[in-house]
């Protein structure tokens, strides 16, 4: 026995040098790419541009997906508001697609800086990067990529790592421009997006069977008539959280919770949440029927159809993620509109996000046994979205700008702070 203990004791003090030491040698104390922009309105569109041409490609026979440095940056710069530090930079130079990565890492004597820079030719088969730099250090290209794919398996589960690597079949260099031949298979298509949801959520997922039995229910309910077609939201989120709460235990219950507001989304949500959640809740096969005669097209939240789409969006995010993506995914919405036609910028929307964020942490965080009381005290609407009175409206992107500067702003900030401190009085969230 003593043995063993001294075995394992030795074999523990081995593993910590030799990530102190890797540490020593791989990390640096400040990083090789500086901090980007905010994301802007540009980059909002750039983005939705992207995953729809992904979406595209991986439904079309020959999967072809056209795009360049400039959208990849944009996706960067907003998949940085989900991992606070990160920072990346895609480049093509001379036949060759580089990225560049810096993230911040803490460190026993403070934050340091994990750097890196990969070059990658035009390749068939599976991507094979020509040279990997980490710090000052080449390192083994083949090497480094089985890690990558070891460690996404691990992260996301389900092998996602093999199908994320092998989902680019080929990619083409075409000056300033890349083409990417993708093989996504029913799995990856549905797979990745649950992979990544769970990881960012740190649980597993209900699957899409589960999701349309809430989904259908609330259907059935507007059929019926149990669930008006017009009026307040606030009767189908009670109908929806009573649901959720019937037959559970103290186990089940956060998971038929998402399950339910997942459905609730899928019926009442905004457009926008198919295009972020995709096959994870709209899977094809999960629909028993597609021939409703009802629609909650006009049912309102705050006398508003948009604040019911914007809460309960926001909700279902927050349900299967956490609060970085749910937030900045309301943010990257107004940011968008300010250019779309849309109005613009809208405080309200945010509070209304904001809202729905916070009804999905209070109640995945209460036991069942407060779930009936919690329920009690939805008397109102006023219980769970606060008055938008004072609250900016629609702004231009350039009253946006000048009234606020970015998303970054102390004065957007100190209006966020403000929206929360309304939302911290409501009944329904008071401790």
């Known amino acids: 026995m003593r043995r ?54 991986a439904d079309t026979v020959d999967g072809t997906l056209r795009t360049g440095a400039n959208e990849l940056n944009s996706a960067l710069r907003l998949g940085a508001r989900f991992i606070p530090g990160f920072r990346g930079k895609v480049s093509i130079q001379d036949a060759h697609v580089i990225g560049t990565v810096s993230i911040p890492v803490p460190w026993w004597d403070g934050q340091r800086w994990l750097n890196a820079i990969g070059r990658a030719p035009e390749f068939e088969g599976r991507i094979a990067p020509s040279e990997i730099f980490v710090a000052d250090y080449s ?4 090497l480094v990529m089985e890690m990558a794919r070891i460690g996404a398996n691990l992260v996301l589960g389900n092998a996602l790592g093999d199908t994320v690597l092998n ?16 093989d996504l298979d029913e799995m990856g298509k549905n797979g990745v997006m649950r992979g990544t949801f769970g ?22 309910a507007m059929e019926t008539g149990t669930l008006s077609e017009t009026g307040s939201f606030l009767p189908y989120l009670k109908f929806t959280l009573t649901a959720a709460l019937e037959g ?16 609730l989304a899928k019926a009442c949500g905004a457009k926008d949440f198919a295009l972020i959640v995709g096959r994870l809740v709209f899977e094809k096969e999960a629909r028993p029927r597609d021939n409703w005669s009802t ?12 604040s019911r789409r914007h809460f309960l969006t926001s909700a279902a995010l ?11 995914a309301g943010e990257f919405k107004e940011l968008y509109d300010t250019i779309s036609g849309a109005g613009g910028f809208d405080f309200t929307d945010m509070t209304a996000n904001l809202s729905g964020i916070r009804l999905s942490n209070v109640l995945m965080a209460r036991p069942a046994a407060d779930w009936p009381a919690l329920l009690a005290q939805l008397q109102a609407e006023g219980d769970v979205i606060p008055s938008f009175d004072g609250i900016p409206q629609l702004m231009p992107e350039e009253e946006f700008k000048s009234r606020f500067g970015d998303i970054d702003s102390t004065a957007y900030r100190e209006m966020i702070a403000r929206i929360e401190t309304r939302i911290d009085a409501l009944s329904l969230y008071i401790p």
């Open 199 to 220: 990881a960012l959520k740190g649980d597993s997922l209900p699957t899409a069977a589960e999701i349309e039995t809430f989904h259908v229910m609330i259907r059935e």
């Open 248 to 263: 559970t235990t103290p186990e089940t219950l956060p998971g038929r919770y998402t399950a339910a507001i997942l459905g």
């Open 295 to 306: 629609r909650c097209v006009d049912v309102t939240f705050n006398g508003r159809i948009d």
């Open 4 to 57: 063993l203990l001294r075995i394992l004791f030795w074999g523990a003090l081995l593993c910590l040098g030799a990530v102190f030491l890797a540490g020593t040698l791989l990390l640096q104390r400040t990083p090789v790419l500086s901090a980007a922009p905010p994301p802007t309105a540009e980059d909002v569109a750039a983005t939705r541009k992207l995953v729809q041409n992904i979406r595209s490609a």
């Open 139 to 142: 390192l083994p290209p083949g």
């Open 318 to 328: 927050q349900a299967i993620s956490n609060t970085g993506f749910a937030v900045s």
């Open 167 to 182: 989902a680019a079949q080929a990619m083409t260099i075409e000056e300033d421009a890349l083409a990417f031949r993708l």
